[in-house]
């Protein structure tokens, strides 16, 4: 039993594609490197970052982050060099900006609109039971109440 639990838990930690001869020997830059490649989509996978898949495109965008930090590049510049290349959709966070500003407000505003609505229709159900409850009864229905309640 502890055999399998071990084993299903070595499948079950994420497989990172990094190849060692892609590793750079400094290790502040490798930490970048990584903590960049967590941020990028694999274009062709969608639902891994680069640094998971192994996939030619990923490990080739892999290199060229590596190849630019080397360079001197901040994070922030080889991520807009990637973002330039492949466009937005690279990104696992796309920026609030522009038509994605929409995405990112829709969801907020949604919600506020549900609970307006929500608040509106219980105040609604509240004051049509109290107009009921405040109608008087006919005489008719007077005397029908009158004859029920004999029975």
């Known amino acids: 039993m502890k055999h399998l639990l071990l084993i299903l838990l070595l499948v079950a930690t994420p497989v990172l594609a990094v190849q060692p001869d892609e590793v750079l020997d400094d290790p502040v830059l490798e930490t970048r490197a990584r903590d960049i490649s967590k941020l990028l989509r694999c274009p ?27 360079e001197g590049d901040s994070n922030e510049e080889v991520i807009d060099a990637v973002t330039d290349r492949y466009g ?3 990104l696992f966070e796309p920026r609030a900006t522009g038509g994605n500003l929409i995405l990112y407000l829709a969801g907020p505003l949604m919600a506020l609109i ?38």
């Open 44 to 70: 062709v996978c969608q639902g891994e970052t680069i640094d998971e898949s192994n996939a030619a495109i990923s490990r080739d965008l892999r290199l060229y982050v590596r190849e630019r930090l080397v």
């Open 88 to 90: 937005e959709f690279v």
């Open 114 to 151: 549900a609970v307006i609505l929500g608040w509106r229709f219980i105040l609604s159900r509240r004051e049509a039971r109290t107009a009921e409850s405040t109608t008087p009864l006919s005489p008719e229905e007077k005397a029908r109440l009158a004859e029920i309640m004999k029975d």
